[in-house]
């Protein structure tokens, strides 16, 4: 039978810092305000770079670090609700300027929750036997989705990319997992609505380009939902949270985490929070997360870690992996 690990991981973020003293020059909010109830304190906001942009250069940072070429990647994914367009996908133009000539290429749309989708479909192509590797990842550029005159929404979210690189192993990689939408409470977060206009069909062209959220509902549905996932996950794996050396949870806000950490009994000290530096980033933030404890020499070859998505959709995922 065959297995999916991963091999490699990666991250890149713009470099351009916007505190939340930055933000109450132009919104009216302030450090304390933010800081309180979210655990934000910066986010990177692109100059210029966009979805793809972002996504091919954390590509290439993990191609490198795998020792892979470009031209031997099988099949790229990525996870994103702020593409550069419509069509093409995002994947496709992460194909082209990596020169990942040989991979099919798709995104997927999970919202926050993307990484999570994305490996696991990643996970099934590789067990089936139909590729033999795959790069996922995830890349947001939401400041060009953020409504700036919306201080309930602007402060949340931030910019990056990171992602992972999969591989056929004999060796389990990714041991269970938990995926789940309820398309009923949709709605509580919205971006990019598109009414219907033609010469056939009258109307007003009022697209709500921006995000659109009830805070409230989302953190009703975050502090219910994971805990649920979570336990489920552990239950289908046979394992507990003493077998669980980090949970890696979608970087929203730290209220959320902490009534989570409360919630499955487990200390804060086995979560890993960065969003006081890069706010929301959908779903990149995960990916980044991995990358960052990587590089810091926090998590090591043989960890089990316990991954887990929530967001728009509604949807959430939860995954345990064997690092």
Not at 10 to 18: L, R, S
Not at 42 to 58: K, Q
Not at 64 to 74: F, I, T, Y
């Amino acid at each position: 039978m065959f297995y999916s690990k991963i091999k490699a991981v990666g991250a890149y973020v713009p470099q351009n810092t916007v505190t939340n003293d930055d933000l109450s020059k132009i919104v009216d909010t302030n450090d304390e305000w933010i800081s309180s109830r979210t655990g934000i304190k910066r986010r990177h906001f692109s100059t210029g770079e966009n979805t793809s942009d972002l996504a091919a250069r954390s590509a290439e940072k993990i191609l490198e670090r795998a020792g892979v070429l470009p031209e031997d990647v099988e099949l790229i994914i990525v996870a994103s609700v702020s593409a550069d367009y419509g069509t093409p996908s995002t994947a496709c133009l992460v194909q082209a300027k990596i020169g990942a000539v040989n991979a099919v290429a798709f995104d997927i749309g999970a919202a926050c929750s993307g990484f999570i989708f994305a490996l696991s479909t990643a996970d099934k192509f590789i067990k089936s036997g139909v590729y033999k590797n795959a790069l996922v990842i995830g890349s947001e550029v939401l400041s060009k989705c953020a409504d700036f005159t919306d201080r309930g929404t602007c402060v949340l979210f931030g910019d990056g990319s990171g992602g992972a690189f999969l591989e056929r192993s004999e060796e389990v990689g990714i041991i269970a997992e938990d995926l789940g939408s309820d398309g009923a409470r949709g709605l509580s977060l919205t971006l990019g609505f598109k009414e219907v206009v033609s010469p056939y069909c009258e109307g007003t062209r009022d697209e709500h380009r921006f995000i659109e959220m009830d805070g409230r509902a989302i953190f009703d549905f975050a502090t219910r939902t994971v805990p649920k996932t979570i336990k489920k996950i552990l239950e289908k794996a046979d394992l507990t949270t003493d077998d669980v050396d980090f949970v890696i949870s979608h970087q929203a806000n730290a209220r959320i985490i902490e009534v989570v950490s409360r919630k499955i009994k487990v200390p804060m000290d086995k979560f890993y929070l960065n969003m006081d530096e890069y706010a929301n980033t959908s779903s990149a933030s995960i990916p980044i997360v991995l990358n960052e404890m990587w590089e810091k020499g926090i998590i090591k070859e043989g960890n089990t870690l316990l991954l887990a998505g929530f967001g728009a959709g509604l949807t959430w995922g939860s995954m345990l992996i064997k690092f």
